[in-house]
């Protein structure tokens, strides 16, 4: 009976300490491209930056908390739909703060995964969209992390759904909203450092 409460104690204590040892805690800056679908899919390939914080309490699954904000040039673009209108040239830009839930498909030093969670995005541009705008958004995608020393390098492909509408103008007045479905995705690559 010993044995046995001596067995299961070790096994409370050393447990936990096993199943995260291999933890890890890694800051990333990232730049690449963006680009909008739908209703505003006219718009021009534009650029994409950020920052991730990622937080891998198992080899299998982590968590991310990050920033990514993009700006991208729409000039003479028709939004679709009823009320459509004909937005005037103007630079798009969106901040964006998400956090998802992250899973390493193969934990080793090249490290493919998949991701998705909930962010929210503000959207402004000039007199053609609503500044102050947010939107409850679903970032979702897949990337590819190399891990080198205390080295973080990786791509990854982010697509973010809008649920909610970007209100467009015409004339820069309210006659002339119009409420556009328009989502984005992004293609980064990214540099960071790790701590186990």
């Not at 021009?44 to 920033?67: C, H, K, M, V």
């Not at 009320?83 to 493919?112: H, K, Q």
């Not at 909930?118 to 939107?135: E, K, P």
């Not at 205390?150 to 492909?157: L, P, S, W, Y």
């Amino acid at each position: 009976m010993r044995k046995l409460l001596t067995f299961t104690a070790a096994l409370v204590i050393f447990a936990p300490a096993a199943a995260f040892a291999d933890a890890e805690f890694a800051i990333q800056a990232e730049g690449g491209v963006s680009h909008y679908n739908r209703s505003l899919s006219g718009s021009d390939l534009g650029a994409a930056y950020g920052a991730r914080l990622s937080i891998t309490p198992i080899q299998f699954l982590g968590i991310e908390l990050g920033y990514l904000g993009t700006r991208n040039n729409v000039s003479g673009t028709s939004t679709t739909g009823s009320g459509g209108v004909t937005v005037p040239s103007a630079t798009l830009s969106t901040n964006e703060g998400y956090a998802d839930l992250r899973i390493n498909i193969l934990p080793g030093p090249v490290m493919p995964y998949i991701f998705g969670g909930y962010g929210l995005t503000w959207v402004s541009g000039a007199d053609a969209f609503a500044s102050g705008d947010h939107n409850n958004t679903l970032p979702f995608g897949a990337g590819l992390d190399f891990n080198i020393g205390a080295f973080k390098i990786g791509g990854r492909f982010q697509y973010n759904y809008l649920f909610d509408a970007i209100s467009v103008s015409s004339n820069g007045t309210s006659a002339g909203v119009s409420k556009s479905n328009a989502d984005f995705w992004t293609a980064t690559l990214a540099l960071g450092i790790t701590f186990h």
